[in-house]
């Protein structure tokens, strides 16, 4: 993979006319948006799902990744179960189209829970999405922002978390932060 881009960026585009982008731009992939039915989804028919993956390899791109809007602090660990569950349908849809990983976030900090206490939630949940994805071979990864927008936070967090867990780098979260490098 060399270059791709993420259909976040496009919400107003259809499928086919994100994928005719990528294309004309002459990219090596595409980064699916999964939320509500903007380009893939869970939700989304099977025949659906098998035209998308159809017409992403005619246009010879690959997936690198398929974006969750899942969110690992929650006001418990039953919650925090609840998304790990939820985490998985977009998992087992990155199996069936050959993305490699599956991006996912914290989120805010439950109003009146201490970070430390968050941090315990939010590894719960991430351990049984570990559990559950057993040796699938896609990769669950958690990208830095919000209230864990630098790597010091997310190395906190993953202490003690399997390696199907890992991290994706926005790059502009950690430099608005005023981390170096």
């Known amino acids: 993979m060399k270059i791709s881009y993420t259909t976040l960026s496009v919400p ?16 090596d992939g595409i980064e699916l948006r999964g939320k509500e039915s903007v380009h893939i989804s869970p939700e989304n028919s099977f025949e659906y799902v098998e035209k998308a993956r159809r017409l992403i390899r005619q246009a010879g791109l690959s997936i690198p990744c398929l974006t969750a809007y899942t969110k690992f602090y929650q006001p418990d660990e039953i919650s925090a179960i609840a998304q790990a569950e939820e985490l998985m349908k977009m998992v087992h849809l990155a199996e069936y189209l050959g993305a490699a990983t599956v991006r996912t976030f914290m989120g805010d900090i439950p109003a009146g829970m201490d970070r430390e206490r968050a941090d315990e939630i939010g590894r719960a949940g991430l351990n049984h999405v570990a559990r559950l994805m057993g040796n699938s071979p896609v990769q669950v990864v958690i990208e830095t922002c919000g209230s864990v927008g630098d790597g010091a936070s997310m190395a906190r967090i993953l202490d003690g978390v399997p390696r199907q867990i890992g991290v994706l780098l926005d790059i502009l979260h950690p430099w608005e932060m005023g981390e170096e490098y």
């Open 12 to 27: 107003e585009k259809t499928l086919e006319q994100a994928v005719a982008l990528a294309s004309g731009w002459r990219l």
